[in-house]
């Protein structure tokens, strides 16, 4: 069981938008900033979005964060067969644990 | 560019201590937080641990009681050891770069660089 909720799975169409929810509280997702990661087929994660909704060097404009209350979210658009990936979010939990914590993971089909 | 590669054993016996090494690349080790992530075969990425450069540690507490990471700045390497494994600790074992930053209270924690990866299996 994660500490932060992601659905486990999302589809569109080539060429579509789709978005991926992350679900937390108040002593994770609200108090601090999320990170997103992409993971493709037999890879390692990639860092995609971070503080919310910055984009490193090389991603491409078509990924986009955003962050409201205790909910994160992922958004793509113009939907490529090349983002057929897990994705996963990340942030602090400033709890007792004060810990690093992952969303279970989100697997995105481009049908 | 910063790189990252894990090493170490591929087989693990039950109730044995589990050992990987991390060695940077193209950067140096200092100033930063380094990070084992884990993930067993079909499901997702658990967070182990990290090791500041100075050597202070943040274990996650599901797995403090068996958790250990050390640093060896002469050696650009960090490395993790996991002990009294079962079945249940095979899982691929990423090394990555962790930024830690403190913005008005508010924690940012990014992983930006992510070594590929090497599958630890535990059985006799």
């Known amino acids: 069981q994660s500490v932060l909720t992601q659905p486990p799975s999302v589809s569109a169409a080539p060429g579509q938008k789709v978005t991926i929810s992350c679900s937390g509280s108040s002593s994770n997702i609200g108090n601090n900033y999320v990170s997103w990661y992409q993971q493709l087929p037999g890879t390692a994660p990639k860092l995609l979005i971070y503080e919310n909704n910055k984009r490193p060097s090389g991603i491409p404009d078509r990924f986009s964060g955003s962050k409201s209350g205790t909910s994160a979210t992922l958004g793509i658009t113009g939907l490529q067969t090349g983002d057929e990936a897990d994705y996963y979010c990340?942030?602090?939990?400033?709890?007792?644990?004060?810990?690093?914590?992952f969303g279970g993971g989100t697997k995105l089909t481009v049908l | 560019q910063v790189q990252l590669q894990e090493s170490g054993p591929g087989l693990v016996k039950p109730s044995e201590t589990l050992s990987l090494t991390c060695t940077v690349s193209?950067?140096?080790?200092?100033?930063?937080?380094w990070s084992w992530i884990r993930q067993p075969p079909g499901k997702g990425l658990e967070w182990i641990g990290y090791i500041y450069y100075s050597g202070s540690t943040n274990y996650n507490p599901s797995l403090k009681s068996r958790v250990t990471i050390s640093v060896d700045t002469s050696k650009n390497q960090f490395s993790l050891k996991l002990s009294s494994v079962t079945a249940a600790d095979t899982a691929v074992y990423y090394c990555?770069?962790?930024?830690?930053?403190?913005?008005?209270?508010?924690?940012?924690?990014?992983?930006?660089?992510w070594g590929q990866g090497t599958l630890v299996t535990v059985s006799s």
């Open positions: 193209g950067g140096s080790i200092s100033s930063y937080y």
């Open positions: 990340g942030t602090w939990d400033s709890s007792l644990s004060a810990s690093v914590v």
């Open positions: 990555a770069r962790l930024r830690i930053t403190m913005v008005r209270g508010v924690i940012i924690t990014v992983f930006d660089y």
